[in-house]
């Protein structure tokens, strides 16, 4: 059964009248016509350009014309076509997805050291808080952002960031799509999904290393 | 005299009430004030000032004496100095704030490059204390501060040795140190405010001020200078400096990864976007970038978490930009950082989507130039070794994609026979058990050869001009023609084979054999006309003139050295078409 046809928005009338301007007639013709409509009446792209281009009158021709030939959104024969135009194309660089490849178990373990509240988890994308401490397998201190002192603590913030969007080492994306809000785990990660081979030149980490995360998820958005 | 005068004004004004002092006495005060202080009558004007009866004309006029004053303070005569200093602090406790401001500041913008260290020096401390006066209201005072100093202070000559920076001749690094000291009680009222309630406000104002001194700071003087490490020279005023400044970011609320990720990661419907823009300045960012990755600075205070790929993600917008410049010192941290950035990520890893971010195409473009370009060697061979190290880094699908692009864009024959070079070794790669892959085998490797072995303008092409494109396009010709067995043809090479003799090879031995004939024409032309014109003046061609000056004649000799080595050049081709056009007739021989 096909949806109903879009209804007419103003009476002869009023289109012609001052009072209706042309942005919203050509809001509406982009709104409701198909793409090969609005291609051959050259009413595709940025309102503001249409607007300088097209004439009233030919606006009203082409709203009318809608009418009559019922090419509304989803007539053209080519559907794909439609949605793939519809699609807002973001200009926005794309976030590189790298699917994860079935390579076997996952290089990393967790313990709970303090329970969650095991119902909030985070889903990737999403923005999480973690205060954390980083160590080698020999116990040295690589990197932590919890500051000494309680009172430090309050003037500093945790960790953000956008979680399973491949920002951070990938135990960690792993790690913390699998902690609830306010549980505190210890992350033991193996080198493959840390700093592999190379480690990270020039600071602690030598290659090859296993880290070992204690990790407090605070909060997730 | 000038002290009578002084003493008249003043009694005068005494009588004046409510401060309607008239332009007539602000100008016999100065006058006759400026005139005291610079014949050494400093103690006398002193007394005048200080003295109560005198407090409301002090208060009005006397930051006018700021001019005269700093100046005497500067030559460090002893004799009136402890009574300089004095009438300073006197004024800056009772005159305006603001009034004071413009006049200290004025000092500041006026000094001359001889005088700006220690003007900034002497100047700094009262800044400070009459700011601090201001209450609430300091931000945008103290922004204009900062922006005056800083703007003195990054004319200062940087540093360039470690020599030079413990000598410290021209007073950058002592400079930065004292404004750091300045802007101390700034940064710990922000921190003040955090503390208070658990965060910060992006709008705060004393905040976007510091904020801003942050980002200027980054672009002038530390994208300028060349940090020396630790083992080079230990005590640094200039590696504190940048330090200092990446801590007072964290403490104001900017976090150092985000700041890294801004430009991989806009959001462009945010209001105020372009305001935020203007706040965080590319240029300072990229120096940001520099100094935690390349010299390590505030290494403790960012997270080591953040994936390899990632980081050269975000930098690579920095790479861009400091590789799209033509100053060596730009070039150089550019390279560098690109080259640290790189090897953190693991050989074959990085994904062929990469590939569609703008900058993962715009840099090693960029790359060529500083390799083709660059007037100094050093950077030139340091281009080529980053460009390299990239190329490895790229997974194998990665790299197909990125020679074909290099192919077709970089129109230069030296970059295209390094690219035909790597393309050789991938195939080789390929062809080694366990390696086999769709990308240097099989169905894609001969589009991407069709763009290997071709001539760009036919027969027509100057071979001498793309001699690197043809020596490695005939080399890797050959190699595969030995390497790649006939019954195997893994590489689909022996089945493509008619149309490379057609559309390459052949037109290749044409355009040979006709520059060939031309050359041997020339060359023998230039013998005989050396004998001749040896004995007789020689009337040449054309000259050529570069910068007013013409360019010495070629003689003979030398002429006919070039066109020599022409011909040798063609031998050099034709020795391993020749080759490849063997291998091929002994293929197509049946065996007898």
């Not at chain 1, 807002?88 to 794309?94: F, G, L, M």
């Not at chain 1, 080492?169 to 992350?187: N, P, V």
């Not at chain 2, 209201?137 to 470690?162: D, I, N, Y």
């Not at chain 2, 149309?499 to 040979?512: A, C, F, S, V």
Request: include cysteine; proline fraction near 5%; aromatic fraction near 6%.
């Amino acid at each position: 059964m096909m949806a109903a046809d879009p209804a007419r928005a103003w009476s002869d009338e009023q289109l012609k009248s001052e009072d209706l301007p042309k942005r919203d007639l050509i809001t509406f013709i982009q709104e409701n016509a198909a793409h090969s409509f609005l291609s051959e009446h050259k009413l595709l792209g940025n309102i503001k350009n249409v607007a300088k281009t097209a004439k009233k009158e030919q606006l009203i021709e082409a709203y009318n014309q809608l009418f009559e030939s019922k090419r509304f959104k989803g007539t053209d024969v080519d559907a794909v076509t439609e949605q793939v135009q519809a699609a807002k194309i973001s200009d926005a660089p794309k976030e590189t997805k790298m699917e994860p490849v079935d390579e076997g178990p996952p290089k990393f373990t967790k313990t709970i050291l303090k329970k969650g509240d095991k119902a909030n988890f985070p889903r990737k994308g999403d923005t999480v808080s973690c205060w954390y401490t980083g160590t080698l397998e020999d116990g040295t201190v690589f990197d932590s952002n919890i500051p000494a002192t309680a009172k430090k603590k309050k003037q500093s913030k945790p960790l953000s960031f956008k979680v399973g969007m491949g920002r951070v080492i990938r135990g960690w994306d792993e790690g913390l799509l699998r902690m609830s809000k306010g549980e505190t785990a210890r992350l033991e990660i193996e080198a493959e999904w840390a700093y592999g081979r190379k480690g990270l030149p020039d600071s602690k980490i030598p290659p090859n290393a296993k880290l070992i995360f204690e990790v407090e998820l605070v909060s997730i958005d | 005299m000038a002290l009578e005068l002084l003493c008249d004004v003043v009694q005068r004004c005494q009588a004046i009430k409510d401060e309607g002092f008239s332009p007539e006495d602000y100008d016999l005060f100065f006058t006759a004030g400026r005139t005291c202080i610079e014949q050494g009558n400093s103690a006398q004007v002193l007394s005048i000032l200080v003295d109560e009866k005198n407090k409301s004309i002090v208060r009005c006029m006397g930051w006018n004496l700021l001019g005269p004053l700093v100046q005497i303070l500067l030559k460090k005569e002893d004799r009136n100095l402890p009574h300089c200093h004095a009438i300073l602090s006197h004024l800056l406790e009772v005159c305006s704030p603001k009034e004071l401001l413009v006049g200290l500041l004025e000092q500041v913008e006026e000094a001359d490059t001889g005088s700006i260290a220690e003007t900034v020096t002497l100047l700094l401390k009262p800044l400070q204390t009459v700011l601090l006066r201001l209450g609430m209201k300091k931000a945008s005072t103290v922004g204009m501060a900062l922006s005056t100093l800083l703007s003195q202070v990054a004319r200062l000559p940087v540093p360039v040795t470690k020599e030079q920076e413990e000598d410290d001749v021209f007073g950058l690094c002592h400079c930065c140190t004292a404004l750091l000291h300045f802007v101390k009680p700034f940064v710990e009222e922000i921190k003040e405010v955090v503390k208070d309630n658990n965060r910060i406000s992006k709008d705060n104002e004393l905040r976007v001020e510091l904020l801003k001194f942050c980002m200027k700071s980054l672009s002038k003087p530390l994208l300028e200078v060349k940090l020396k490490d630790p083992d080079t020279l230990l005590k640094s005023p200039l590696r504190d400096f940048a330090t200092e400044i990446l801590i007072i970011l964290s403490s104001i609320g900017e976090s150092l990864p985000d700041l890294l990720s801004r430009n991989v990661l806009k959001r462009r419907e945010v209001p105020g976007f372009l305001e935020e823009e203007v706040r965080y300045p590319k240029e300072s960012l990229a120096c940001l970038s520099h100094l935690l990755f390349v010299d390590h600075i505030a290494v403790d205070i960012f997270p080591a978490v953040l994936s390899p790929i990632f980081v050269l993600k975000c930098n690579m917008e920095y790479i861009e930009l400091l590789l799209s410049r033509t100053e060596e010192s730009r070039l150089q941290k550019g390279l560098e950082l690109y080259e640290k950035s790189l090897i953190r990520v693991e050989d074959n890893s990085l994904p062929v989507d990469l590939l569609e971010l703008k900058t993962f195409f715009s840099v090693p473009q960029n790359l060529v130039k500083v390799m083709t370009l660059c007037p100094d060697q050093t950077l030139r061979t340091k281009g080529l070794k980053v460009f390299q190290l990239s190329i490895d880094k790229f997974n194998t699908e990665a790299k197909y994609k990125f020679f074909k692009g290099m192919l077709k864009t970089s129109h230069h024959a030296g970059v295209e026979g390094y690219i035909i070079k790597n393309i050789k070794n991938q195939i080789d790669f390929s062809l080694k058990p366990y390696n086999g892959n769709d990308w240097f085998l099989g169905k894609h490797l001969l589009p991407l050869l069709r763009l290997v072995l071709c001539l760009p303008h036919g027969p027509e092409t100057d071979l001498l001009q793309n001699l690197d494109r043809i020596m490695e396009s005939l080399n890797l010709l050959r190699y595969m023609l030995i390497r790649d067995k006939e019954w195997e043809n893994e590489t689909g090479i022996w089945t493509e084979l008619y149309k490379i003799e057609d559309n390459y090879l052949k037109p290749l031995r044409t355009g040979l054999n006709m520059s060939k004939a031309h050359y041997e024409a020339e060359l023998k032309s230039a013998k005989e006309n050396k004998k001749i014109s040896s004995k007789d003046s020689k009337a040449s061609v054309c000259t050529v003139t570069v910068d007013n000056e013409k360019l010495p004649n070629m003689t003979p000799e030398m002429q006919i050295q070039v066109l020599q080595s022409a011909v040798f050049t063609f031998d050099l081709i034709e020795g391993v078409l020749a080759r490849i056009e063997e291998i091929i007739e002994t293929k197509e021989r049946p065996l007898s």
